[in-house]
């Protein structure tokens, strides 16, 4: 008995020893690793429907600092919300690589992200993207099944009623289902137009398309997750956050907040 102890032990340790020595998966990207996806001469010429080439914006929309304080890396799940018409969703799709998988959510009500998704897959640029239609508190993802969920300059749209609708979720229940989809372990990046401090959610994301940087502070803790980090890379003092981003004197130099959250476990 004492012998197969000893064995049953030393058994064990070998398996600690072999897990503790196992390689790491790929290390997340950094800015600097970017420079090649950013370069693709796919992003260089302007798609059939688009108003400008995709690397017009890169200098003022930051996506190598962006993605890389998101910490991808290849083989990754990511869930993309709101995502537009797929600037960020090709970026994304080429860090991930082909191990990982991409999944792009906007609402039905956004419909400008047909068209805009469909050339986009079509010009083959998101093989390994699924997109899906859904509203913020429905995301198309199983418990438990994903990496990063992504929201840039979205998270005021779920306190955002569009001109004949009920709106596009309601916001304890988005968070939570954010929380949902997430591995343990899993990380939620938030980035968005922040509002003037104090200014009511409904308020400043009905009318200027902003939200207080609490208001999302405050949801995503009650929804279980927990506050990382920020990121002040696309910070802006002198917005006084009292205009539209899509002012023609603000656009894209807005005072944005960028948060990381971790789900536990």
Known sequence: ???????????IALVIS?????????????????????????????????TAADQTDDAARKPAEVLAF?????????????????????????AIGPTGKLIVQYPAEFAYGDAAYKTRV????????????????????????????????????VWFVPKDTQGLGDPAKTFADIARVLKPGGEFIAMDHSAVVGTPAKTSAQTLHRIDPQ????????????????SDILANPDDDRAKSPFSPDLRRH???????????G
């Open 18 to 50: 072999a897990c503790a020595t196992m390689p790491a998966g790929p290390p997340p990207l950094a800015a600097a690793d970017y420079t090649a996806i950013l370069a693709d001469p796919a992003r260089q010429s302007k798609l059939e429907g688009f």
């Open 254 to 264: 807005t005072d944005q907040f960028l948060f990381r959250f971790s789900k536990p």
């Open 1 to 11: 008995m004492k012998i197969a102890a000893k064995l049953a032990v030393s058994a």
């Open 122 to 157: 079509d010009a083959g640029q998101l093989p390994n993207a699924t997109i899906t239609k859904s509203h913020f508190d429905q995301l198309a993802a199983a418990d438990g099944s994903v990496d990063k969920v992504l929201w840039i300059l979205g998270p005021h749209e």
């Open 215 to 230: 208001h999302v502070l405050d949801a995503a803790k009650a929804a279980g997750l927990v506050y990382v980090e920020k």
């Open 70 to 94: 998101a910490a991808l890396g290849p083989g990754d799940t990511v869930l993309e919300m709101e995502g537009g018409r797929g600037w960020f969703s090709y970026i994304i799709s080429k």
